[in-house]
Every structure is written in structure tokens, then in C-alpha cells.
DNA sequence: TTCCTGTGAG
DNA sequence: CTCACTGGAA
């Protein structure tokens, strides 16, 4: 008898904020490629500096792999510019592109969901240096569409004071205590990250604004921060 | 723990 | 001016 997982809070938070804050269309990117790009892009960055990044790509013609593998590092690095850590993510990216590349799916991205099974999948991600357990659950959600749930700095911060979570476990802790206790639906953990983020970035930030958030009566430490 | 870096909100 | 931003590596 396996031990009962209580499932209704992680559910009721999600519909809650699907009612109240809506569809998040994620991820916003035109293609798979374009997701993993800014999957990379995105890390410890404002997305908005992430899409001026994907714009000068597009402009440059360099969003593909092989554009990227032959570009120069100096090249890249000031296409990429605007999203910040520019010469960390030159590195990043040129050894995703490689990987992809190496993988035999350099032309045709999302054909690397057909390399086995979810768990083996997301270890050979972890092995790129630069895809780290968010960056990688990022692109197996996000660009490949399987059930990965994404965990980040909102969601530890927003489920610790909801007391769902104590706020120190690991990453791979959060996730599978949502993995446990939702149905491995990607649609489902597309739009659940997806609000977390909006709820992160509008409500349950560093000093929240509990008066207006959605989540308030559901909420142990509403007004103590 | 520290480093990596541009951008915009406050 | 300071802080946060859909982190990860060394």
C-alpha cells in the first residue's frame, strides 16, 4: 500500500490560479529550437531580455544549429548580448547546439524526444554543460513536450509559504512531490508553471502583494512579510 | 560561495 | 542608487 499522497491542495492552487489569472500560452516560442534557445537564454534573466537576444538570431539567421555551431564565439556572444552572462551563454548554447548535433537531431530538434524514455532523456541533458535540472525540465516540457515538471526559485518560494513545502529541499525533492501528486499531464504542467511564474512575478514576490493576490485565503503566511 | 552581465522597475 | 530577473559551474 503505497502512502497516501494528499493531491487536492497542489490541484486546488492550480485551478485557482487558472481561474484567476488565465491561460499563459507558454512557452513563448515560435519552435522547439527556439524554446531550448531560450531555455538557455532565460537563465537568471528578465525574458525580456531573452526575446531581444532570439530577435538579433532571427535578424542574423542564426537561429539553427549548425548557424550557431558555425558562428564565432565573439559573434554569438554579441548576438546574444542583450540576456546578460553573454560570454557564459556563448559556451552554453555552442555545447546544446553540439549535443543536438552529436545526437543526430541538429535539423530537427524535437526528434530528440524519440531517444527513449523521459528519465534517460533528461540525464543525457544534465551531461551538456549549461543545462542544468530547470534548464533541462525547461526543454523536455517546454520544446518536447513530456511530462517534466518544472521547478524554479517562484515555486520553491510561493509553495513555502503556502506550507505545502518547507522551502530548503533539493530540487529534484519539489519535483517529485508535485510528480507525485499530479497526473503526468503536459498540458497540465505546461500551465501550472506557466502561472506560478505570473504568480511569482505579480504577487508572491520577494515582498509580496498579499492584499491583491489570488491566493490569499489559502495562504498561512498572507501579511506577515 | 562566488562569479557571470544587460536591462528595467522602483 | 539598489534589486530582481523563468540558473549553473567551478
Redesign the pocket.
Same mark, same amino acid.
Given at each position: 500500500m503505497p502512502k497516501h499522497l494528499e493531491a487536492a491542495p497542489w490541484l486546488a492552487v492550480h485551478d485557482r490560479l487558472l481561474a484567476a489569472l488565465g491561460a499563459q500560452h507558454?512557452?513563448?516560442g515560435e519552435t522547439p529550437f527556439e524554446v531550448m534557445v531560450?531555455?538557455?537564454l532565460?537563465? %537568471?534573466?528578465?525574458?525580456? %531580455?531573452?526575446e531581444?537576444a532570439i530577435a538579433n538570431l532571427k535578424a542574423a539567421d542564426a537561429l539553427s544549429v549548425a548557424a550557431i555551431l558555425r558562428l564565432g564565439d565573439g559573434e554569438l556572444?554579441a548576438l546574444i548580448?542583450?540576456?546578460?552572462?553573454?560570454?557564459?551563454? $556563448?559556451r552554453?548554447l555552442k555545447a546544446l547546439c553540439g549535443f543536438l548535433e552529436r545526437a543526430g537531431v541538429g535539423g530537427d530538434p524535437v526528434r530528440l524526444a524519440r531517444g527513449g524514455r523521459l528519465p534517460a532523456l533528461r540525464q543525457r541533458l544534465?551531461e551538456? %554543460?549549461?543545462?542544468?535540472?530547470? $534548464?533541462?525540465?525547461?526543454i523536455l516540457l517546454?520544446a518536447l513536450g513530456l511530462p517534466s515538471f518544472?521547478v524554479?526559485?517562484?515555486t520553491r518560494?510561493i509553495f513555502a509559504r503556502l506550507g505545502l513545502i518547507g522551502g530548503a529541499e533539493t530540487?529534484a525533492h519539489i519535483r517529485r512531490t508535485f510528480m507525485d501528486r499530479l497526473p503526468p499531464d503536459p498540458a497540465l504542467y505546461n500551465e501550472y508553471?506557466?502561472l506560478i511564474?505570473a504568480l511569482?512575478?505579480d504577487f508572491c514576490?520577494?515582498?509580496p502583494r498579499c492584499a491583491s493576490c489570488p491566493l490569499v485565503d489559502l495562504c498561512p503566511r498572507r501579511g506577515l512579510e
Open positions: 507558454w512557452w513563448p531560450g531555455a538557455v532565460t537563465q %537568471n534573466t528578465a525574458w525580456s %531580455n531573452v531581444r556572444a548580448r542583450p540576456a546578460g552572462y553573454f560570454n557564459v551563454k $556563448t552554453r544534465l551538456v %554543460n549549461g543545462v542544468g535540472e530547470e $534548464t533541462a525540465d525547461s517546454y518544472v524554479d526559485a517562484y518560494r530540487y508553471h506557466a511564474v511569482g512575478k514576490r520577494p515582498k
